[in-house]
Protein backbone atom coordinates (compact mmCIF):
# COMPACT_ATOMS: atom_id res chain seq x y z
CA UNK A 1 0.00 0.00 0.00
CA UNK A 2 1.65 3.01 -0.88
CA UNK A 3 -1.19 5.87 0.62
CA UNK A 4 -4.44 4.91 2.61
CA UNK A 5 -6.80 7.25 1.50
CA UNK A 6 -9.91 7.70 4.19
CA UNK A 7 -12.69 10.46 3.12
CA UNK A 8 -14.92 9.73 5.77
CA UNK A 9 -12.85 9.91 9.19
CA UNK A 10 -15.69 9.19 12.03
CA UNK A 11 -13.83 6.73 14.55
CA UNK A 12 -10.97 6.17 12.45
CA UNK A 13 -11.39 2.09 13.27
CA UNK A 14 -10.02 0.97 10.27
CA UNK A 15 -6.66 3.27 10.12
CA UNK A 16 -5.97 2.62 13.28
CA UNK A 17 -6.57 -1.48 12.60
CA UNK A 18 -4.64 -0.75 9.76
CA UNK A 19 -1.68 1.88 10.82
CA UNK A 20 -0.67 2.50 7.67
CA UNK A 21 2.65 4.22 7.38
CA UNK A 22 1.06 7.09 5.06
CA UNK A 23 -1.90 8.18 5.26
CA UNK A 24 -4.15 10.88 4.15
CA UNK A 25 -7.78 11.31 6.09
CA UNK A 26 -10.34 13.92 5.35
CA UNK A 27 -13.70 14.93 6.90
CA UNK A 28 -16.42 17.75 6.39
CA UNK A 29 -17.06 17.85 10.14
CA UNK A 30 -14.26 20.23 11.36
CA UNK A 31 -14.62 19.80 14.89
CA UNK A 32 -13.89 16.44 14.43
CA UNK A 33 -10.29 17.36 12.31
CA UNK A 34 -9.71 19.58 15.09
CA UNK A 35 -9.92 17.16 17.46
CA UNK A 36 -7.84 14.93 15.42
CA UNK A 37 -4.91 17.44 15.07
CA UNK A 38 -5.34 18.42 18.50
CA UNK A 39 -4.32 14.87 20.17
CA UNK A 40 -1.82 14.41 17.65
CA UNK A 41 -0.01 17.90 18.56
CA UNK A 42 -0.84 18.35 22.45
CA UNK A 43 -2.81 14.58 23.99
CA UNK A 44 -1.28 15.52 27.52
CA UNK A 45 -3.50 18.54 27.53
CA UNK A 46 -6.17 17.07 26.01
CA UNK A 47 -5.85 14.28 28.72
CA UNK A 48 -5.54 16.27 31.24
CA UNK A 49 -8.60 18.29 30.48
CA UNK A 50 -10.91 14.94 29.74
CA UNK A 51 -10.07 13.29 33.10
CA UNK A 52 -11.23 16.64 34.52
CA UNK A 53 -14.59 15.97 32.53
CA UNK A 54 -14.65 12.83 34.50
CA UNK A 55 -14.84 13.98 37.76
CA UNK A 56 -16.84 16.70 37.10
CA UNK A 57 -19.44 14.80 34.64
CA UNK A 58 -23.27 14.75 36.02
CA UNK A 59 -26.48 15.76 34.12
CA UNK A 60 -26.35 19.53 34.88
CA UNK A 61 -22.49 19.22 33.71
CA UNK A 62 -23.06 17.74 30.56
CA UNK A 63 -25.62 20.68 29.37
CA UNK A 64 -23.47 23.35 30.75
CA UNK A 65 -21.06 21.90 28.37
CA UNK A 66 -22.73 21.56 25.59
CA UNK A 67 -23.61 25.12 25.50
CA UNK A 68 -19.58 25.73 26.69
CA UNK A 69 -17.46 27.46 23.88
CA UNK A 70 -13.84 26.35 24.42
CA UNK A 71 -11.14 28.79 23.83
CA UNK A 72 -8.24 26.56 23.31
CA UNK A 73 -7.83 23.53 20.74
CA UNK A 74 -6.92 21.27 23.26
CA UNK A 75 -9.83 22.24 25.48
CA UNK A 76 -12.36 22.07 22.70
CA UNK A 77 -10.63 18.64 21.40
CA UNK A 78 -11.20 16.99 25.12
CA UNK A 79 -15.18 18.57 24.99
CA UNK A 80 -15.75 16.76 21.64
CA UNK A 81 -14.50 13.84 22.69
CA UNK A 82 -16.46 14.06 26.26
CA UNK A 83 -19.84 14.75 24.50
CA UNK A 84 -19.29 12.10 22.22
CA UNK A 85 -18.93 9.86 25.15
CA UNK A 86 -21.73 10.69 26.91
CA UNK A 87 -24.22 11.86 24.54
CA UNK A 88 -27.29 9.42 23.36
CA UNK A 89 -26.04 6.94 21.20
CA UNK A 90 -22.07 8.82 19.84
CA UNK A 91 -24.40 10.48 17.43
CA UNK A 92 -22.87 14.02 16.53
CA UNK A 93 -25.64 16.24 15.54
CA UNK A 94 -25.94 19.89 14.74
CA UNK A 95 -29.20 22.60 15.03
CA UNK A 96 -29.48 25.15 12.56
CA UNK A 97 -27.19 27.34 14.16
CA UNK A 98 -24.07 24.95 13.80
CA UNK A 99 -24.77 24.13 18.30
CA UNK A 100 -24.42 20.42 18.71
CA UNK A 101 -28.09 19.33 20.15
CA UNK A 102 -27.69 15.76 20.98
CA UNK A 103 -29.08 15.09 24.70
CA UNK A 104 -26.98 13.30 27.22
CA UNK A 105 -27.25 9.69 27.32
CA UNK A 106 -26.96 6.67 30.01
CA UNK A 107 -22.90 5.98 29.42
CA UNK A 108 -21.24 7.73 32.28
CA UNK A 109 -17.71 6.27 31.35
CA UNK A 110 -15.61 9.77 30.23
CA UNK A 111 -12.10 7.81 30.64
CA UNK A 112 -11.83 4.40 29.68
CA UNK A 113 -8.58 2.15 30.87
CA UNK A 114 -7.62 1.23 27.82
CA UNK A 115 -7.33 5.02 26.22
CA UNK A 116 -3.47 5.63 24.70
CA UNK A 117 -3.90 8.99 23.56
CA UNK A 118 0.13 8.78 23.25
CA UNK A 119 -0.25 6.05 20.73
CA UNK A 120 -2.68 7.58 19.04
CA UNK A 121 -0.83 10.60 18.40
CA UNK A 122 2.47 8.94 17.40
CA UNK A 123 -0.05 7.27 14.77
CA UNK A 124 -1.72 10.46 13.14
CA UNK A 125 1.99 12.01 13.17
CA UNK A 126 2.50 10.56 9.70
CA UNK A 127 -1.03 11.24 8.59
CA UNK A 128 -2.17 14.54 6.36
CA UNK A 129 -5.53 15.36 7.81
CA UNK A 130 -7.77 17.50 5.94
CA UNK A 131 -11.42 19.29 6.07
CA UNK A 132 -12.28 18.79 2.56
CA UNK A 133 -15.06 17.10 0.73
CA UNK A 134 -14.54 13.52 -0.12
CA UNK A 135 -13.94 14.29 -3.66
CA UNK A 136 -10.82 15.99 -3.11
CA UNK A 137 -9.40 13.20 -1.56
CA UNK A 138 -10.75 10.06 -3.62
CA UNK A 139 -9.45 12.51 -6.75
CA UNK A 140 -5.98 11.90 -5.07
CA UNK A 141 -6.24 8.18 -5.30
CA UNK A 142 -4.40 5.95 -7.89
CA UNK A 143 -2.14 3.03 -8.48
CA UNK A 144 -0.92 1.27 -5.09
CA UNK A 145 -3.39 3.65 -3.14
CA UNK A 146 -5.78 1.91 -1.10
CA UNK A 147 -9.34 4.02 -0.32
CA UNK A 148 -11.47 3.11 2.28
CA UNK A 149 -15.00 4.64 2.15
CA UNK A 150 -18.25 4.77 4.28
CA UNK A 151 -20.28 7.54 3.91
CA UNK A 152 -23.79 8.62 5.57
CA UNK A 153 -26.28 6.48 4.55
CA UNK A 154 -28.89 8.24 2.76
CA UNK A 155 -31.62 5.69 1.46
CA UNK A 156 -33.79 4.11 3.68
CA UNK A 157 -32.69 -0.09 4.34
CA UNK A 158 -33.61 -2.50 6.73
CA UNK A 159 -34.27 -0.54 9.86
CA UNK A 160 -32.54 2.39 9.28
CA UNK A 161 -34.33 5.00 11.26
CA UNK A 162 -31.67 7.89 10.47
CA UNK A 163 -32.93 8.59 6.97
CA UNK A 164 -34.34 12.00 7.39
CA UNK A 165 -31.49 13.22 8.82
CA UNK A 166 -28.58 11.68 7.10
CA UNK A 167 -30.38 13.08 3.90
CA UNK A 168 -30.17 16.57 5.32
CA UNK A 169 -25.89 16.22 5.45
CA UNK A 170 -25.28 13.95 2.45
CA UNK A 171 -27.95 13.80 0.08
CA UNK A 172 -28.51 11.57 -2.75
CA UNK A 173 -27.08 13.55 -5.32
CA UNK A 174 -23.84 13.38 -2.98
CA UNK A 175 -24.54 9.38 -3.43
CA UNK A 176 -23.99 9.97 -7.31
CA UNK A 177 -21.16 11.89 -7.11
CA UNK A 178 -19.67 9.51 -4.45
CA UNK A 179 -19.84 6.53 -6.65
CA UNK A 180 -18.73 8.60 -10.08
CA UNK A 181 -15.34 9.80 -8.48
CA UNK A 182 -14.97 6.00 -7.20
CA UNK A 183 -15.59 4.98 -10.58
CA UNK A 184 -12.77 6.73 -11.91
CA UNK A 185 -10.40 5.95 -8.76
CA UNK A 186 -11.18 2.53 -9.81
CA UNK A 187 -10.04 3.08 -13.27
CA UNK A 188 -6.88 4.54 -12.37
CA UNK A 189 -5.82 1.62 -10.55
CA UNK A 190 -6.73 2.17 -6.94
CA UNK A 191 -7.80 -0.61 -4.45
CA UNK A 192 -11.03 0.12 -3.30
CA UNK A 193 -13.52 -0.69 -0.07
CA UNK A 194 -16.86 0.92 -0.04
CA UNK A 195 -19.54 0.27 2.63
CA UNK A 196 -22.62 1.32 2.06
CA UNK A 197 -26.93 0.96 2.56
CA UNK A 198 -28.08 -2.27 1.38
CA UNK A 199 -30.55 -0.74 -1.12
CA UNK A 200 -30.94 -1.63 -4.97
CA UNK A 201 -30.09 2.09 -6.01
CA UNK A 202 -26.59 1.72 -4.52
CA UNK A 203 -26.29 -1.44 -6.58
CA UNK A 204 -26.51 0.05 -9.28
CA UNK A 205 -24.94 2.78 -8.28
CA UNK A 206 -21.50 0.35 -8.03
CA UNK A 207 -22.38 -2.02 -10.67
CA UNK A 208 -19.13 -2.85 -12.88
CA UNK A 209 -17.33 -3.58 -10.13
CA UNK A 210 -15.65 -6.69 -9.27
CA UNK A 211 -17.41 -7.45 -6.24
CA UNK A 212 -20.71 -6.80 -4.62
CA UNK A 213 -21.96 -8.05 -1.60
CA UNK A 214 -24.31 -7.91 1.43
CA UNK A 215 -22.94 -8.51 4.95
CA UNK A 216 -24.90 -9.07 8.14
CA UNK A 217 -24.96 -6.87 11.15
CA UNK A 218 -26.12 -6.12 14.53
CA UNK A 219 -28.31 -2.90 14.25
CA UNK A 220 -27.62 -1.05 17.89
CA UNK A 221 -28.80 2.30 17.02
CA UNK A 222 -32.60 2.68 16.92
CA UNK A 223 -34.17 4.46 19.88
CA UNK A 224 -37.12 1.59 19.47
CA UNK A 225 -35.41 -1.61 20.57
CA UNK A 226 -38.12 -3.41 18.41
CA UNK A 227 -36.03 -1.88 15.03
CA UNK A 228 -33.03 -3.00 16.87
CA UNK A 229 -31.36 -6.88 15.85
CA UNK A 230 -29.83 -7.99 12.26
CA UNK A 231 -29.65 -6.12 9.10
CA UNK A 232 -27.07 -6.16 5.99
CA UNK A 233 -24.85 -3.55 4.46
CA UNK A 234 -23.44 -3.73 1.32
CA UNK A 235 -19.94 -4.13 0.55
CA UNK A 236 -18.33 -3.15 -2.45
CA UNK A 237 -14.56 -3.44 -3.42
CA UNK A 238 -11.98 -4.14 -6.32
CA UNK A 239 -9.43 -5.14 -4.23
CA UNK A 240 -8.29 -8.38 -5.25
CA UNK A 241 -8.32 -6.93 -8.94
CA UNK A 242 -6.00 -4.10 -8.26
CA UNK A 243 -3.63 -5.94 -6.17
CA UNK A 244 -3.48 -8.31 -8.59
CA UNK A 245 -2.64 -5.69 -11.31
CA UNK A 246 0.62 -3.98 -9.22
CA UNK A 247 2.03 -7.58 -9.16
CA UNK A 248 1.39 -8.09 -12.77
CA UNK A 249 2.89 -4.69 -13.21
CA UNK A 250 -0.12 -3.45 -15.32
Known amino acids: MRTYIEPFLGSAAVFFYLRPARAVLGDTNRELIDTYEAVRDDWRGVWRRLKEHQQRHST ?3 YRMRRCACRSRAARAARFI ?3 RTCFNGLYRVNSSGEFNVPKGTKETVVF ?3 DFGHIAELLQACELRCVDFSELVARATRGDFVYVDPPYTVLHNNNSFLKYNERIFSWEDQVRLAECLHQARARGAALLISNAD ?8 SGFESVFAVRRSSVLAADSAKRGRTTELVVTNIERAVADVGNGD
Open 82 to 84: YLN
Open 113 to 115: ADD
Open 60 to 62: EYY
Open 199 to 206: HPGIRELY
